[in-house]
């Protein structure tokens, strides 16, 4: 970081706690009880906290996506590297492509939300709500690429006329979504998505393209998170957050 961000960011330190100290005054100078000054405290020493925890998570989950290799050896530098990577197993060359593929992927996802997903939604409030006003502003997929981890092909226990693989999936981007309705906005930020997943392909044939059909599901469910801001970022409050995750 240099001179200038380290300046801003301590600009910003400085103006949240002095921000704290005048809501404690203003509490005390219309007689609020110590008892509500103290919780107060508390929620925000907490809030803060769970803000910085979050925070080094997504940093950790964001290395490892964007050097998996790298971050593994670094933190278990004395393991053999046939245990850490079964080449039999690992599928980069997959990964290589969806690298390559991830700007075009986003134009796509972008085109597709304001031509698809914006106009039913707005629509939809419209009718609810009575308000018409509702747009993304920002639609951003970030630069951060979707990952597969391990994959495992079944030899045994299957029908000669399928193909069985097991796959881990990834994803903790930089990606940014905001949203606008009336005068009131909130975004989504620093999605991380862990799942694995079976792709079925049967039955097999003999004529192109091969394959009959593709079944893709989840073994389990997925672990999501992510981080909102706006008017949505209340959710980040630890007693909100317990919603938030598991709406």
């Known amino acids: 970081m240099d001179a200038k961000g380290e300046m801003l960011t301590l600009a910003t ?29 508390v929620v925000w020493i907490w809030r803060k906290r769970y803000i910085r925890e979050k925070t080094d998570k997504f940093s950790v989950a964001r290395a490892f996506a964007i050097d998996e ?3 593994i050896k670094a933190r278990h530098q004395f393991l053999p590297e046939w245990v850490l990577f079964p080449e039999t197993e690992r599928a980069e060359w997959v990964n290589k492509i969806i690298r390559q593929l991830w700007p075009f992927v986003g134009v796509y996802v972008g085109d597709y939300i304001k031509t698809k997903v914006e106009p039913s939604l707005r629509e939809t409030f419209a009718n609810t709500l009575k308000m018409s006003s509702f747009k993304f502003e920002v639609l951003n997929l970030g630069d951060v690429p979707l990952r597969v981890g391990g994959v495992s092909v ?50 097999l044939v ?20 992510f981080n909102l801001t706006e008017i949505a970022n209340v959710f980040d409050f630890p007693g909100f957050a317990y919603v938030k995750k598991n709406a």
């Open 13 to 41: 330190q400085c103006a949240k706690t002095l921000s704290l100290l005048f809501l404690i005054y203003l509490m005390g100078c219309l007689g609020f009880s110590f008892s509500w000054i103290l919780l107060a405290f």
């Open 154 to 203: 079944f030899r045994e226990s299957v029908s000669r006329h399928e193909i069985v693989m097991d796959m881990e999936v990834y994803y903790s981007g930089d990606c940014y979504f905001k949203v606008s309705m009336s005068k009131l906005k909130a975004g989504i930020k620093d999605i991380q998505f862990h799942a694995k997943v079976r792709v079925v392909l049967k039955p």
């Open 69 to 71: 290799e790298k971050e």
């Open 206 to 225: 003999n004529v192109m393209p091969l394959v009959g059909g593709v079944q893709v599901y989840f073994l389990t469910v997925p672990d999501i998170n």
